[in-house]
């Protein structure tokens, strides 16, 4: 399952079933639109996990914002204007298109603001720009003030995409019977004002994992219901399976519970539930009152939500229960858990997908070519300077067939004329590069930050050729065997497409 954030450690086992998978065998139409962090490659692929469409890009965080390269349903394309306002687009024409075919929808928009780069529009950074801030960090020395900014600006950004999409509901006449959900995963990327919780992004503590969760159903959920009951994201499914009144499909059992009944009668009684937060070695329990840390500490959030006084000593059976609840999460969760590689090879070719990603993101670089970030998301494999030097990736090819192969990449006009060899066990394509293309890395000006994660270039596509390819694993080598230059080329992505099965 997932172990990581990038380069394969974000791939959902297959043996799950998702919420699209449920909503789609209940006859509704699904899509998503923005980020899909759960596997690039088919049947990782949001086309392979229950949505028929699919707008965005597969990846933990995208490089640059503004008519980025994304995806639709595989194939890539251009996307048009600032991307949250591009799937915002993508999804209103989804639900519009299935209002018109009077078929229930399953939309999912996952923004990726205000994840940084922090790029944003002018018109919401017109806002903050120079703003003075009224609320800061808990400790205002940590704050980078611009970066706060930013954020400020990209969740305007996002207010008016939902304030649109919310506006599309109404127009389309489907507003009182389409049930809306807004929520976000984690904590501030940032230090910045927290309401005062301890702990952001990557921390188990209150401020790390308490996040908004707002619902909209106008003919059935009062305005103004506030629900004081601890929840979970692993609740979504079974709360809005009973909501739309569908059945779960799945076979194994589900930590998350139905939450509606709360949200019917926020008054009912507190179900004193256990809710686990875990993050590289991290685990916290949170009840309905209190949190023990991960270092064992224990807090009452209702009364210190700055997680100041630990009162351990005041509530041992409270730390004890919690202790016991993380002892076996261990157990249940974690004895078989891999936290570096489970050996999971990259597919590359699958029957019932025509188009298959391979990118420097997931590719191992040997001799001198390094990486242009440290961050493999939306990174590309540069210093190319020896014919020994090579990219590899761990591969399966899931059904034999023949497939054409397209090569990204940049190379300067000094270095034009080198061979581009790319193998998979007894297959071996090359191409000569012909043409320079040398183009400028792209983001800096549009940062409003400086940022962390790699800058992106438009790459050239050209067909590397046509690979028969028999199933099996083996090993992907990417090489430039033949160099009359000083470097190779600049390599950001392979994309395979079917274009014969033969089994």
């Known amino acids: 399952g997932v172990f990581s ?17 449920t909503f789609k065998a209940a006859g509704y139409a699904t899509g998503a639109f923005g980020k899909w962090h759960n596997g690039m490659q088919y049947p990782y692929h949001p086309n392979g996990r229950g949505f028929e469409e699919y707008y965005g890009f597969t990846s933990g965080h995208w490089g640059h914002y503004f008519d980025p390269v994304l995806e639709h349903n595989g194939a890539l394309v251009r996307g048009s204007g600032f991307c949250v306002d591009d799937f915002t687009n993508k999804a209103m024409e989804f639900i519009e ?133 601890i929840a979970s994201v692993t609740d979504l499914l079974p709360t809005l399976t009973n909501m739309a009144g569908i059945n779960l499909i799945g076979e194994k059992p589900l930590d998350g519970m139905d939450v509606s009944s709360w949200i019917a009668d926020p008054q009912k009684e507190h179900n004193n539930r256990i809710i686990i937060n875990a993050w590289k070695g991290k685990i916290s329990a949170r009840n309905q009152q209190y949190r023990l840390d991960n270092v064992g500490r224990l807090y009452d959030i209702t009364k210190d939500p700055r997680q100041d006084k630990n009162i351990i000593d005041q509530q041992p059976e409270i730390a004890k229960l919690l202790n016991q609840a993380v002892a076996n999460f261990k157990t249940d969760a974690l004895q078989d858990y891999n936290t570096t590689n ?38 590309y494999f540069l210093n190319w300077i020896s014919a020994d030097d090579k990219i590899t990736w761990p591969a399966q090819v899931q059904h034999s067939g ?31 590069i012909t043409e320079a293309h040398d183009p400028p890395e792209v983001g800096a000006k549009e940062d409003r930050v400086v940022r962390a994660e790699s800058y992106v270039k438009f790459f050239k596509q050209i067909e590397l050729g046509e690979m028969d390819l028999k199933a099996g694993a083996g090993e992907l080598t990417l090489t430039v065997p033949e160099m009359p230059g000083d470097e190779g080329i600049e390599f950001r992505l392979l994309m395979f497409q079917r274009i014969l099965q033969t089994e």
């Open 402 to 432: 023949r497939y054409r192969v397209f090569l990204h990449y940049t190379c300067k006009e000094e270095n034009v004329g080198c061979r581009v060899q790319l193998q998979f066990n007894q297959s071996t394509i090359s191409r000569k």
């Open 5 to 21: 954030t990038s380069a394969g450690g974000e791939r959902l086992d297959l043996d799950e079933v998702t919420i699209a998978d």
């Open 97 to 229: 298109d299935s209002v018109k075919q009077d078929k229930p929808f399953f939309a999912y928009l996952p923004y990726n603001t205000p994840h940084s780069p922090m790029q944003v529009p002018d018109r919401f950074w017109k806002k903050f720009d120079g703003a003075e801030l009224g609320l800061r960090n808990r400790d205002p020395k940590k704050e980078n003030v611009q970066h706060t900014r930013a954020a400020l600006a990209m969740c305007e950004n996002v207010d008016w995409n939902v304030g649109r999409l919310m506006k599309k509901l109404r127009k389309l006449g489907v507003a009182d019977n389409t049930i809306v959900v807004f929520f976000h995963d984690n904590g501030p990327n940032g230090s910045r004002w927290n309401d005062e919780m301890r702990g952001r992004k990557g921390s188990t503590d209150e401020g790390g994992c308490r996040s908004p969760l707002f619902i909209s159903w106008p003919g059935k959920i009062k305005p103004d219901t506030f629900v004081t009951q």
């Open 342 to 379: 489970d050996g999971r090879p990259f597919v590359i070719c699958h029957k019932d997908y025509r188009w298959t990603q391979v990118p420097a993101r997931d590719g191992i670089a040997h001799g001198n070519i390094t990486r242009s970030n440290k961050f493999p998301n939306c990174s």
